[in-house]
C-alpha cells in the first residue's frame, strides 16, 4: 500500500518554521536597542541637570539635531563624543555606554526640566485701551463711566486682535480666578460656553449707565443668558433682552501666546 509523504514546503509552512536570521540583522537590532537606551540615559540626565539640547551641542561643538537624533535613539553617538556628553552630564562614561546612569554626584539634580531659554518677556506696544469703571452696587460687579481712563500694553498673544480692551476687575465675586484690582483683557472672538465674560446691562434709567458684571458663561439662548460666579458660589440668569454686550475674557495663556 503506498504511503503518503508529505511535502517538505508544506511542513515549514504549516509549522511556521522562520528562516534563521542574518548575523547583520541581528547586529542591527542590538545598535538599535542600544541606541535607545543610551539616548534615554542622556536624556534624563540632561533634564535632572537642569539643561537643554543646546547646551550639550555647544560644548560637544555639534548640531543641537545631533543631540535630538541621540535622545530619540535613532544614532548612536561616536566613542568620543560619548565620553565628552558624560563629561557634560558628570555621569560616568562606562555606564552611560550600556544605557545606564550613575551619576558623579547628586548635587545639582533638577526636578523640572527648562523648556524655554531665560530671556525677557517680549513687549508690544501700550495701545489698549483701559476703560474707566465705577463700582457697581449690591447688584452689580462696575458699571462703565465711558471714559478710557489710559492705556495698558498689548501682550505678544493678542499682538494682532483688534477691537480688545482693558478694565480693573472691582468685584470679589469671581475670586479666585480674578481679585480686585487685576486688570483683564477683553474681545477677541465671540464668547461660548465656558469663557469667563464681562455682561454689560442696558440702564434701567435713562441717562445711567447700566450694571456690568464679569462672570462665567454657562449657556446662551435667543431668551436668556446664563453664568457661574465663584464667590458665593452661585448660578444666575439674565434675561437676554436686558443685556447690552457680551465680551470674552481673553484667558492668560492666550496672552502670552499658548
Known amino acids: 500500500m503506498a504511503r503518503y509523504k ?4 508544506t511542513l515549514a509552512s504549516d509549522n511556521c518554521v522562520d528562516a534563521p536570521q542574518s548575523s547583520e540583522s541581528i547586529i542591527s537590532m542590538a545598535k538599535s536597542d542600544l541606541a535607545l537606551k543610551i539616548g534615554t540615559a542622556i536624556k534624563t540626565a540632561r533634564k535632572r541637570r537642569g539643561l537643554v539640547q543646546r547646551n550639550i551641542a555647544e560644548k560637544l561643538k555639534i548640531e543641537v539635531a545631533a543631540v535630538g537624533m541621540w535622545e530619540s535613539g535613532k544614532n548612536l553617538p561616536s566613542t ?8 557634560v552630564l558628570r555621569v560616568d562614561p562606562i555606564a552611560l555606554s550600556r544605557g545606564e546612569l550613575i551619576f558623579d554626584d547628586g548635587d545639582e ?15 508690544g506696544p501700550m495701545d489698549v485701551q483701559l476703560l474707566g469703571v465705577s463700582y457697581g452696587g449690591d447688584d452689580g460687579d462696575f458699571e462703565f463711566n465711558g471714559e478710557v481712563s489710559g492705556y495698558v500694553r498689548r501682550p505678544p498673544g493678542i499682538a494682532s486682535v483688534r477691537n480688545v480692551f482693558a478694565l480693573h476687575v ?8 480674578y481679585d480686585p484690582g487685576e486688570v483683564i483683557y477683553c474681545g477677541g472672538r465671540e464668547p461660548v460656553p465656558g469663557d469667563h465674560i464681562v455682561i454689560e446691562t442696558f440702564p434701567t434709567n435713562e441717562g445711567e449707565a447700566g450694571k456690568s458684571f464679569v462672570k462665567k458663561l454657562i449657556k446662551r439662548t435667543a431668551k436668556e ?4 460666579q465663584y464667590n458665593p458660589p452661585a448660578q ?8 447690552k454686550n457680551l465680551w470674552r475674557v481673553i484667558p492668560l495663556k492666550e496672552l502670552i501666546g499658548f
Open 170 to 177: 472691582l468685584s470679589d465675586s469671581m475670586v479666585p480666578r
Open 236 to 243: 444666575l440668569t439674565f434675561d437676554r433682552y436686558t443685556v
Open 109 to 123: 539634580l533638577a526636578d523640572a526640566e527648562i523648556i524655554t531659554e531665560p530671556a525677557p518677556p517680549p513687549t
Open 6 to 9: 508529505p511535502h517538505l514546503e
Open 80 to 87: 568620543e563624543n560619548l565620553v565628552k556628553a558624560a563629561e
Open 225 to 228: 443668558v446664563v453664568v457661574e
